[in-house]
C-alpha cells in the first residue's frame, strides 16, 4: 500500500521562504519519478516539479529559479524548497510518485495549504 505523507505548508509573507516534505512508504523509492503538483482554488491541477530516477529534474517556467526539487532515496523523501514566494503560489500542494517512463503507478499524497499572503 502506497502511502505519501507531505508536510511543511503553512502561511508565509511574499518573499519568504518555505520547504516542503513527503515521505513515502510501500514502494520502491528510488525506481519512481517524484513530483510535487499544486492547484489553486478554481484551477486545474497542475506540474511544479519532477525529479526523475536519474537525479534530473523540470520545472514549471513560472517557478524555475524560485524553486527546487530534491530527493533523499535512504529515507524515501522528496523535498520542494521554495523561495521568494508570491501570492499566486497560494495552492494546496500535492506530492506525486509515478513509475515513470510506464506509468501504470500513480500514487498521491493528501497535499498541503501552502498560503503567501502579507
Known amino acids: 500500500q502506497v502511502q505519501l505523507v507531505e508536510s511543511g505548508g503553512g502561511l508565509v509573507q511574499p518573499g519568504g521562504s518555505l520547504r516542503l516534505s513527503c515521505l513515502a512508504s510501500?514502494?520502491?523509492?528510488?525506481?519512481?519519478?517524484m513530483g510535487w503538483y499544486r492547484q489553486a482554488p478554481g484551477n486545474q491541477r497542475e506540474a511544479v516539479a519532477h525529479?526523475?530516477?536519474?537525479?534530473?529534474?523540470d520545472y514549471l517556467d513560472s517557478v524555475k529559479g524560485r524553486f527546487t526539487i530534491s530527493r533523499d532515496n535512504a529515507k524515501a523523501a522528496v523535498y520542494l524548497e521554495m523561495n521568494n514566494l508570491k501570492p499566486e503560489d497560494t495552492a494546496v500542494y500535492y506530492c506525486?510518485?509515478?513509475?515513470?517512463?510506464?506509468?501504470?503507478?500513480?500514487?498521491w499524497g493528501e497535499g498541503t495549504q501552502v498560503t503567501v499572503s502579507s
Open positions: 506525486n510518485a509515478n513509475n515513470f517512463p510506464f506509468g501504470t503507478t500513480d500514487s
Open positions: 510501500g514502494i520502491a523509492f528510488s525506481n519512481y519519478r
Open positions: 525529479i526523475f530516477t536519474t537525479g534530473n529534474t
